[in-house]
T-cell receptor, first 116, second 115 residues
Framework: AQKVTQAQTEISVVEKEDVTLDCVYETRDTTYYLFWYKQPPSGELVFLIR??????QNEISGRYSWNFQKSTSSFNFTITASQVVDSAVYFCALSEADSGTYKYIFGTGTRLKVLA | DGGITQSPKYLFRKEGQNVTLSCEQN?????MYWYRQDPGQGLRLIYY???????QKGDIAEGYSVSREKKESFPLTVTSAQKNPTAFYLC??????????????FGNGTRLTVT
C-alpha cells in the first residue's frame, strides 16, 4: 500500500533555530510526485513545492530547502533561521496513479511551533 | 484574484440534521475535491469530481453526498447517516485528474460541529 509517514507530530523550536521536518513515503510506482503544503492557523493549505520521482536535485527557496532521496524514500523539508510566522502544520503528500487518474495521499502532518 | 471560497467558516448543527457545505472556485479547474481533517489523521478524501455531473467516492464517502451541476461549484452534504460528522472540511481543486504534477489549491475550510 502507498502511504506517507510524518513521524514528528509536533516540533517546538526557538526563533532563529534551524528545523527539519521528515517525510518518508512508500510507493510501487516509478513515476510519482511529492509535495509539501503549509497550513497556517487560518486553515487553508498552501502549496510550497513539488518534486517528481526522476529529479533528485535538492531545492532551496529562501529559508526553505528540500532534500529528496529515493534511496531512503524520503523528502525532508528544512527551514533555516526559523521565524514565528513559520508556525503552522506542514503536510507532505504523494501523488500517484490510480486506475488512470491521480490521487493524493497525505501524511498526518507535523505541527511546528516557533517560539519568540 | 482566483481562488476557492468555502462557506460558512463555522457551522453548528443538531444531530440528525443534514447540512450542506458550499465550495466555489474561479480558477477554471476541472477537478474538485472534498477532504475531511481530524486531529492526528491528516486529510482523508471524501469525494472528487473530474467534470460536471460526474463524481467519484473517495476513501470515506459513507454518510456524505455531493453534486457537480456547474464547473465552479461542488457542494458537500453531510447527512444524518454520517456517524461522526464533527470535523474540519476542506475543499480543493486542481487543473484536472490526469496531471500527476498538478498541485491542489485549497479553500479556507469549514469547521462543522454537530451536537
Amino acid at each position: 500500500a502507498q502511504k506517507v509517514t510524518q513521524a514528528q507530530t509536533e516540533i517546538s523550536v526557538v526563533e532563529k533555530e534551524d528545523v527539519t521536518l521528515d517525510c518518508v513515503y512508500e510507493t510501487r510506482d516509478t513515476t510519482y510526485y511529492l509535495f509539501w503544503y503549509k497550513q497556517p492557523p487560518s486553515g487553508e493549505l498552501v502549496f510550497l513545492i513539488r518534486r517528481n520521482s526522476f529529479d533528485e536535485q535538492n531545492e532551496i527557496s529562501g529559508r526553505y530547502s528540500w532534500n529528496f532521496q529515493k534511496s531512503t524514500s524520503s523528502f525532508n523539508f528544512t527551514i533555516t533561521a526559523s521565524q514565528v510566522v513559520d508556525s503552522a502544520v506542514y503536510f507532505c503528500a504523494l501523488s500517484e496513479a490510480d486506475s488512470g487518474t491521480y490521487k493524493y495521499i497525505f501524511g498526518t502532518g507535523t505541527r511546528l511551533k516557533v517560539l519568540a | 484574484d482566483g481562488g476557492i471560497t468555502q462557506s460558512p467558516k463555522y457551522l453548528f448543527r443538531k444531530e440528525g440534521q443534514n447540512v450542506t457545505l458550499s465550495c466555489e472556485q474561479n480558477l477554471n479547474h476541472d477537478a474538485m475535491y472534498w477532504y475531511r481533517q481530524d486531529p492526528g489523521q491528516g486529510l482523508r478524501l471524501i469525494y472528487y469530481s473530474q467534470i460536471v455531473n460526474d463524481f467519484q467516492k473517495g476513501d470515506i464517502a459513507e454518510g456524505y453526498s455531493v453534486s457537480r451541476e456547474k464547473k465552479e461549484s461542488f457542494p458537500l452534504t453531510v447527512t444524518s447517516a454520517q456517524k461522526n460528522p464533527t470535523a474540519f472540511y476542506l475543499c480543493a481543486s486542481s487543473i484536472d485528474l490526469t496531471s500527476l504534477d498538478s498541485p491542489l489549491h485549497f479553500g479556507n475550510g469549514t469547521r462543522l460541529t454537530v451536537t
